[in-house]
């Protein structure tokens, strides 16, 4: 029955390899042994005072608790700094036992002191990361009250002082409906929930928690540990990103522009409702689908793995799903994303309205013309009247006084203006003639180079430098060349009499070309007179001519405009009395005529495979 | 009285025809005559010697006579000499409104009005003699009565009537081919 006794040296083996240091003192503090443990930290220290071991110090503690242990005979625990066999500082604990001898006195005290320094320091670090973790975090007991919280939350919620976590977080007075903590409780387990709370400066704020179980050794949760993640900003960004997308939503549908965006195999991702309309097709049944062949410029079929391409035709038509020819202005643009390819987006504005309101533009100024012209007529037909009532007037004048000269004078008056009126009609005929332009793709360079070298010789025998300026790279547009020609003609004449009737020395004509901003431009620049301001406003008017001495018949101006307005362009002057003047003749290369017969070719731009890049 | 010998006007005009013919209507009046084909021509005869009245073109290179009328104005003296403006544009948009402005603004002065090209001889030297107080002189100037008619037909002319007079001769044609 009886165990077999258990010998003291192994007793003493055990106490030598203890993790624990042991040693034993006397009354006088003096070290009387030791194990190995203590060795390791303090060093072989049999006969030295225990302060001077543990504390370095010189006399007793004053406070020593081995003293109170020798006086009371109670055993005690204590939390102890001190400096190890190295000099480092050390924390430990220590229990502090009496030991008696046969009698029952007290005769020495045993210490055993358990190093304590690298749990102090996990203490620390674990302390330093509940404080600074960027969310709140909050220790519940079971009543949900905070026992403890960290900085960030002080900061937002206030100090806990035992109030509710409801309390804290939400200024309720009940416990929330959804409460993580309470299920944390009741299964032992990590709960996840989002809340909206308040600051304490009223601001809302917006959290996710997260709770934790702290166990006790018997496996029951007596606290629970919340950690919220703030979430408030991402919160507002996710609420304006809405808006923005709800904006940006009501901006696509209802836009002018048809919009149709693909994915990167080309299946209609969007479609507003202008792009139902000019595509005549329903979205319905068109997204999710391979957008038709016809919707997609080449461009974007190609551009799959290449970077960003845009194709942009001001001026193009498109056929649609309905069959219909349309007019539009037609951009396509590829989606990338940081490198990779997204698919695209075709947007087209229907220019049908456009072009029709333009027509009636185009017609409503050429009635204008035409009704300034009739306006005129009767007033050019006075002038001519007059001149042949004042050779009328002469020649029988002359007559009745036998004065032969007079008669003469009078009969020239009457030859002169005979004449007049046989060139004002050819002119009038000739300007009120519906001849049909013949649209051909003209060089411009070429059309003004024909018009200076007719007025060469003219120019040289007035005396006047005639100087060409062509810019290089002027593209060939669809013109009338006949008509262009006509024009520049006038001008040229008309630069030519204005420096013939200035005095200036040094008189020069210069005729220029260019390019830019959509626009071809043909000007013709004198330093001649210039035009007086009162006249500058009549220059376009039929018949109104102040090149006295009976050159010109006023119909130049009218004729250049009539036929610059049939290429949808216009005339524009600058013009400054005694320094000269510049007529300019613009046309906007997207008003230009197209011929007929290759409209079908020029109409297959948008969808062709050769000239769809901008 | 004084006579037309002793008054000088100035005739401006850019037309040598219209210029011309003026100046022999005048000089057949009795009047000593000068000319200028334009605004600043006319300013060179003025200072040359201040005329005692201008027959005065409205629209004419250089300088229009709109613009000369402004100039004159400004010299206490030369805005005395009395204008009659001869225009072939008072009634369309090239010079109704210069003329507006002139009539209104009363820079002009002498018989304050103007006369419309073609002019009648008669009643241009009638305006002149008045406004210059001399008595016309009994010269008969040669009658261009049915260019008066034709004149006044012209004026009066409107488009309806013209369209049926075409329609009538048009009808009348087509029946005597028949």
Known sequence: ???????????????????????????????????????????????????????????????????????????????????????QTIHYLARVVPLRDEAGEITHVAAITTDLTATKRLQREYQTLFEKVPCYVAVLNRDRRVIKANEMFRRTFGEPRGDFCYKLFKGRRTECEDCPADKTFQDGRSHTSRHVGQARDGTETHYVVSTAPLLQGDGETTHVVEMALDITELTSLEAKLHQAHIFRQALVENALEAIVVIDESQRVLLMNKAAEKLWGADRETLIGQKAPRAMVPATLRRQRASTGATVLLPDTTITNLAGESIPVQLAGMTIFNEGSYLGGAIIALDLRAMKDLEREKLTAERLAAVGQTVAGLAHGIKNVLMGLEGGMYAFQSGMSKGDDERMLQGWQMLEENINRITTFVKEFLEFARGRTPTVRLVDPNKVAANVVDLFKDKAEMAGIRLAFEPQAEVPPAFMDEEGIHACLVN???????????????????????????????????????????????????????????????????????????????????????????????????????????????????????????? | MPRPEDKTILVVDDEPNVRDYLKMILVDAGFEVVTAGDGEEALERIRERRPDFISLDLIMPRKSGHKLLFELKRDRDLSRIPVLIVTAHANDEMGQKDLEEIMDSAVMSGPGTYLEKPVNPESYVRAISRAVDVEPSAQKTPRTDLKEQLEHSIEGASPDALREALAALRKAKSKGRQ
Not at chain 1, 31 to 59: E, S
Not at chain 1, 66 to 87: I, S, Y
Not at chain 1, 505 to 511: G, K, L, M, S
Not at chain 1, 582 to 593: I, S
Request: charged content about 25%; some cysteine.
């Open chain 1, 1 to 87: 029955m009886n165990a077999p006794a258990w010998p003291v040296s192994r007793a003493q083996d055990l106490l030598e390899e203890m993790p624990s240091g042991v040693m034993v003192m006397d009354r006088g503090f003096h070290i009387v042994d030791h194990n190995r443990a203590f060795v390791d930290v303090y060093g072989p220290n049999v006969g030295r005072p225990c302060y001077q071991v543990y504390k370095d110090r010189g006399t007793p503690c004053p406070d020593c608790p081995a003293q109170q242990t020798f006086d009371d005979g109670r055993p005690r625990v204590l939390e102890e700094t001190g400096l190890d066999r190295n000099g």
């Open chain 1, 491 to 614: 001008l040229v004449s008309n630069a030519l009499d204005a420096c013939e009737t200035s005095d200036k020395p040094d008189p020069v004509v210069t005729v220029r070309t260019h390019d830019h901003g959509g626009s071809l431009v043909l000007e013709v620049a004198d330093t001649g007179t210039g035009i007086d301001y009162e006249i500058r406003k009549k220059v376009f008017t039929t018949f109104f001519s102040t090149k006295g001495s009976g050159k010109g018949t006023g119909l130049g101006l009218l004729t250049t405009r009539k036929i610059v307005q049939q290429h949808g362009g216009k005339v524009a002057f600058e013009s400054t009395a005694g320094s000269g003047s510049v007529f300019r003749l613009e046309f906007p290369h997207d008003r230009l005529p197209r011929p007929r017969e290759t409209e079908g070719e020029v109409a297959d731009e948008s969808t062709g495979d050769e000239d769809a890049t901008a």
